[in-house]
């Protein structure tokens, strides 16, 4: 799937948005990729991921035992890649500020995983789940999402692939350009959830 078709899946479900917002880097963009209408749709999301799952295929990393997504964002597409590649899929979620496996998920000592996230930004997230991963002896081969909006710039810690790559700019707080000065900045992200 070319980078435009990735994006126009996004705009048909709604969810390109513009505005003023505060991202759960905290930091601010005046686009929000909003995941959540697109994952409403399971025809839309299956595209979308199985899309994903080829270019996985392509890049060769070998066998993939296991998909592992930092919840909240990355857990639907994480499932439903991991349902395109045929393995099983668990997730990462705070306990105590910490991203860890919960529910009975457990990963086998050298375990090849591939995380997968919903959007990256400034990896973040990223960072902490494959911490998370290799703490428990998981081996993280590399790092999937559907859409890098860093451009390439987000080190997450494993080689990244992204079915569309495209640099939006974010801006620290203090350092807003004049367009987003003074208007009111919407916080739609899900990072601090318990």
């Not at 513009?18 to 929000?32: A, K, N, Q, V």
């Not at 296991?66 to 991991?82: L, R």
């Not at 529910?103 to 997230?125: C, M, N, P, Q, Y």
Request: aromatic residues 4%.
């Amino acid at each position: 799937m070319k980078e435009a078709k990735v994006l126009k899946e996004f705009e048909k479900a709604g969810a390109l948005l513009r505005g003023h917002f505060i991202l759960s880097s905290g930091l601010h963009s005046p686009i929000f990729l909003q995941k959540a209408l697109v994952f409403q749709n399971p025809k839309r999301t299956s595209r979308l991921c199985k899309a994903l799952a080829k270019k996985v295929e392509k890049a060769e990393l070998g066998k993939i035992d296991v998909i592992v997504s930092p919840a909240v964002g990355g857990i639907i597409p994480g499932y439903e890649t991991a349902r395109h590649m045929e393995v099983p899929a668990m997730y990462v979620e705070r306990e105590e500020g910490e991203f860890r496996l919960r529910r009975g998920f457990e990963l086998k000592k050298g375990a090849k995983v591939l995380v997968v996230e919903d959007i990256v930004t400034t990896g973040l997230s990223s960072r902490e789940c494959i911490d998370a991963v290799r703490k428990v002896g998981g081996d993280v081969v590399a790092e999937a999402c559907l859409i890098d909006r860093s451009g390439g710039k987000a080190d997450v810690g494993a080689p990244l692939i992204s079915l569309a790559q495209i640099d939006i700019p974010t801006y620290k707080p203090d350092d807003l350009p004049p367009e987003l000065e003074g208007t009111q900045a919407v916080k739609p992200g899900s990072r601090g959830l318990v």
